[in-house]
């Protein structure tokens, strides 16, 4: 059974900076691209950034600049590092993973439980 796990979220002040992480377990044959999204009570989830396998990025215009996503293959983790945070970043953040479950042939979207970030003085 195929689980991600976010990490990393928490209170900070504006200004401030988190490192989210978000790791896949289980039976995993392989995984194709990796993201974050984000949403706000009775708001839609939003797109923050997204990363292939190969390292290619994928981010929503106002973060450019702010927040840098990456990954590592070899642990099945994406991270999303968070710089010069404002309080409209507050948000629970989720990540996903197209992914393989080993033995099988097909690809599903996989999706976190979710972290909270608040930023707050």
């Known amino acids: 059974q195929v689980r991600l796990v976010e990490s990393g979220g928490g209170l900070v002040q504006p200004g401030g900076s988190l490192r989210l992480a978000c790791t896949a377990s289980?039976?995993?044959?392989?995984?194709?691209?990796m993201g974050w999204y984000r949403q706000t009570p009775g708001t839609q989830r939003k797109l923050v950034a997204t990363i292939t396998y190969g390292g290619s990025t994928n981010y929503a215009d106002s973060l450019k600049g702010r927040f840098t996503i990456s990954r590592d293959n070899a642990k099945n983790t994406v991270y999303l590092q968070t710089n010069s945070l404002k309080p409209e970043d507050t948000a629970v953040y989720y990540c996903?993973?197209?992914?393989?479950?080993?033995?099988?042939?097909?690809?599903?979207?996989?999706w976190g439980q979710g972290t909270q970030v608040t930023v707050s003085s």
């Open positions: 996903n993973a197209d992914l393989r479950p080993g033995g099988n042939f097909y690809y599903t979207v996989y």
């Open positions: 289980g039976s995993i044959g392989s995984i194709r691209g």
